[in-house]
């Protein structure tokens, strides 16, 4: 049985966050306001697993409440409808909280709740029946909750990764998990109540959730949301003097870089945080985003499975550029014949189904298929990976997942998945097909069943 304070969004809305405009409170009341005037949904959600497709949004906090404690798996909102059909049938998922730009892309027959009004109001759908739930109730509510909880050890989310083997597997994360790693990102970030954190990335994706929406809310600040990224804007934001954090991925950064660059100034006055991961990072980006800036760009690690930082320079010690930093706070790392090996309160509680076609968890350490080295001033460097994944854009892509895909297409024979250097020294992804078909006819195939960003940028077709 759950204890009240051990739940995650209930430690959220202890602190006085917010969320754009709106009180973390306040989101996790509408949430819970949710559930006490919808009968429907909290018999649909019964015994089973919620599901949240929304962008970086207020609207997100307020789904993760009315998930009801239990285990909510997070969609990236770039998922293909056959991705999503998928996961939310693996997981077990009784009910998805959306918005109507989205919905069309969960199964027909699958109850959602659409969140385009929240935290006033929801449209709840079960069953062909439609009703609108005014959560105005939740004005005035005080939630109580305890920032310093340790967590339980129940489900709060699960993340669809590591389809080392083709098929994505289903990482549970519990409220320890993910308030431990909240809580060694807001050590580690010198996170306080005056930060306001521009969150630039999918809140789906644990690094956004965690490091610019959990970890702030935790320490009583604000986050800003851009539910779609855009530089120009995003430039114009971090040069207003309103926002002292920014996080994203290598990608991210050379598009702020070029966006500030043309503008008068690339100076960000405060701005004192500027974190990075997802993604390997070329010191060349660092050493230029410091040179235009004035702030130093700091690396981290992470995985999934490990909720998901692990490695982070740490914003009370010098930025050692070229490095992942040292482990985080409540995380042990050691490096197992050059492999990445980590344990702590982050470590996930393993997969939904399929298991052992994951990554593995011995004696307590997670080994994540990674490759580092340790330097003399006690920062770790990356050297590489060893399971068969490269990363695009900050996201996971995995060869045998889109070469499976595409072995169902009528007409393939064969079909084999490459990485491929761009200009800007990120990896595209190379597709080569032995069969009778097109390459227009591969590229539809690969857009009706895969997310946006594993679409093949070259493809040969033999």
């Not at 929801?122 to 340790?150: C, F, K, M, P, Q």
């Not at 060694?184 to 970030?189: D, L, N, P, R």
């Amino acid at each position: 049985m759950l204890e009240p304070f051990s739940l995650l969004p209930l430690a959220l809305a202890a602190t006085g966050g917010h969320v754009d405009d709106y009180e973390a409170q306040q989101l996790i009341a509408a949430g819970l306001t949710l559930l006490q005037r919808s009968a429907p949904l909290v018999r649909t959600l019964a015994g089973k697993r919620a599901a949240i497709l929304l962008p970086t949004s207020p609207a997100f906090y307020t789904a993760l409440a009315a998930s009801e404690g239990r285990g909510a798996v997070l969609i990236n909102p770039l998922a293909a409808p056959l991705e999503i059909a998928y996961q939310l049938a693996d997981a077990g998922v009784g009910a998805v909280f959306t918005n109507s730009s989205l919905a069309s892309a969960v199964p027909p027959n699958v109850p959602r709740v659409l969140l385009d009004d929240a935290p006033r109001s929801a449209r709840v759908v079960v069953g062909g029946a439609v009703r609108d739930v005014d959560l105005g109730s939740h004005v005035g509510l005080t939630i109580e909750g305890d920032s310093s909880a340790t967590g339980s050890d129940e489900e709060a989310a699960v993340v669809y990764t590591s389809a080392m083997q083709g098929i994505p597997l289903g990482a549970i994360l519990s409220h320890r998990n993910l308030l431990a790693n909240a809580r060694a990102t807001v050590q580690a970030a010198e996170n306080t109540p005056g930060d306001t954190v521009l969150a630039l990335l999918p809140f789906a994706h644990l690094f956004g959730f965690t490091v610019t929406g959990n970890a702030p809310l935790l320490a009583g600040a604000r986050v800003r949301t851009m539910p779609r990224f855009n530089p120009a804007r995003a430039a114009e934001l971090l040069a207003s003097g309103e926002i002292t954090q920014v996080v994203g991925v290598p990608t991210v950064y050379r598009a702020l870089l070029a966006a500030l660059e043309r503008r008068d100034s690339a100076r960000l006055d405060g701005v004192r945080l500027c974190i990075c991961g997802g993604s390997p990072l070329e010191m060349a980006l660092q050493d230029r985003w410091f040179d235009r800036t004035g702030v130093e760009l700091r690396q981290g690690y992470g995985l999934t499975e490990a909720g998901p930082v692990c490695l982070f320079n740490r914003a009370d010690w010098p930025n050692a550029r070229g490095t992942l930093g040292v482990p985080f706070p409540g995380v042990d790392v050691s490096l197992v014949a050059g492999e990445i090996c980590v344990r702590g309160d982050n470590v996930f509680h393993g997969y939904v189904s399929g298991g052992d076609r994951g990554l593995q968890v011995v004696d307590g350490w997670l080994h994540t298929g990674d490759a580092a080295r340790l330097n003399e001033d006690g920062t770790v460097a990356f050297a590489g990976v060893q399971k068969p994944m490269f990363t695009r854009n900050g996201f996971n892509i995995y060869p045998r997942e889109i070469e499976l895909a595409l072995s169902e297409m009528p007409g393939v024979a064969d079909a084999r998945v490459t990485p491929q250097r761009t200009d800007d020294g990120e990896l595209s992804i190379a597709v080569e097909v032995r069969g009778a078909v097109t390459e227009e006819a591969v590229r539809a195939w690969c857009a009706r069943r895969l997310s946006g960003y594993k679409q093949p940028a070259v493809i040969s077709v033999l």
